[in-house]
């Protein structure tokens, strides 16, 4: 946890003070912002590790930030809202927020989600290697999944598409098992654990996130599938080579 990197963007200045007290006194560094510009302001100009991100700013709300930021970036976002509203948490999650936290809300609990969240982070980012050979490249249709650096790219693209941490790891449990039928809370076992669910129907803003990127028709998935009365299956057929030697 020491050194990491928090960004506090919440326009209750008592909120900003009280959690970069308390987050600096474990050992983190914390900037705090106002509104989506003093944040964009802080992100031009260092590296943050996770953005704690009010619902209800003035101007652009954490929401539309939230959209924002996930079209090019997967810096993990933990979103505060006053209201303790399954809507808003759906919400929130459909635009990429990787956690949700009510107010008010204790010190330690917040503490408890940023560690969390991070821990994930870093896992994304120092997979185990595998038989001495790097983790393997998974490909399906025109999509190469790299679990090695955690990418997903396409033929003819100069960028990887952004996924968050949820959907990265979505995405691999459907890849790594073609064909096998997952109920709903067994992708939530496999993505994200129990520490952050907020309602049975989570696992479903992740899919339709993932449809969206990677359906040539999100309404008709050929990838995938709905198994009504169960869950999800991964419909394509996959093969995997290995990545670049560890």
Known sequence: MANDHILIVDD???ITSFLKRYLEKQGCDVSCAGDG????????????????????????NGF???????VNSN????VLSGRD???DRVVGLEFGADDYITKPFEAREVLARIRTVLRRTRSDHNPPDQEGSGMPLIKFGDWVLNLNER???????????????????V???????PHMVFSRD???????????????????????????????????????????????????????TGSRPA
């Not at 003093?38 to 704690?52: K, W």
């Not at 520490?195 to 696992?203: A, C, K, N």
């Open 12 to 14: 209750d200045p008592q």
């Open 37 to 60: 510009t003093a944040m964009d302001s802080i992100l031009a100009q260092t590296a943050v590790d996770l953005i704690l991100l009010d619902i209800g700013l003035p101007g652009r």
């Open 64 to 70: 539309d930030i939230t959209r924002e930021l996930r």
């Open 75 to 78: 810096i993990p976002i933990i």
């Open 85 to 87: 509203e399954i809507f």
């Open 151 to 169: 990418t997903l790219t396409t033929k003819g693209a100069h960028h990887s598409t952004p996924l968050t941490t949820t959907e990265f790891e």
């Open 171 to 177: 995405l691999q449990a459907f890849v790594s098992n």
């Open 186 to 240: 067994q992708l939530l076992d496999k993505a994200r654990g129990r520490e952050t669910i907020v309602g049975d129907r989570t696992i479903d803003v992740h899919v339709m996130r993932l449809r969206k990127k990677i359906e040539p028709d999100p309404s008709a998935p050929t990838y995938i599938k709905t198994i009504h009365g169960i869950g999800y299956c991964f419909a394509s057929n996959v093969s995997k």
